[in-house]
């Protein structure tokens, strides 16, 4: 395991969740990771994430994994002469000092395979994985199914 890597993860254990469900270590900050409840039975389900690259190298996201799904998928849905279409990608570059964000409409995760339903105010365990082998566990806070990114309270 890198050096860098283990600063990371060591640093993430002792900073933790920052007020405001807020994630900082070094070189990332991650912003109000979130999905939405699901209904019974549902299969997948999509979360949302801003993830701003605080540090002097770029990094690359390329996926995740979760006790909840199968797998976590980095997708992206974009519109095509009035069609939806989404799809999958492979890796998200976020050059130093930039911000992405993984929201309704554009870049998004999915959870795959659910093995359990998702209810309002849930706590999902995600652990982030970067092409440079350094993991970062979030929690996904879980708001209503109709929510758009804004409507809870915890802190």
Aim: hydrophobic share 45%; proline share 5%.
């Amino acid at each position: 395991m890198k050096f860098v890597t283990v600063v990371f993860l060591v640093t993430l254990m002792l900073v933790g969740a920052a007020p405001a469900h807020e994630y900082t270590s070094v070189g990332i900050k991650i912003e109000h990771p979130w999905a939405r409840a699901t209904p019974q039975g549902a299969t997948t389900a999509v979360a949302y994430v801003k993830i701003t690259n605080t540090g002097k190298t770029p990094l690359r996201l390329v996926g995740g994994s979760t006790s909840v799904a199968a797998r976590v998928e980095m997708h992206e849905m974009s519109m095509d002469g009035g069609v939806m279409r989404m799809r999958p990608v492979p890796g998200v570059d976020i050059a130093p000092g930039a911000t992405v964000e993984f929201k309704a409409g554009g870049l998004h995760l999915m959870l795959i395979g659910l093995n359990r339903q998702l209810m309002q105010e849930d706590m999902v365990p995600v652990t982030l994985q970067f092409a440079d082998g350094a993991k970062l566990l979030i929690d996904l806070y879980v708001e209503g199914m109709g929510a758009g990114g804004g409507d809870h309270g915890h802190s």
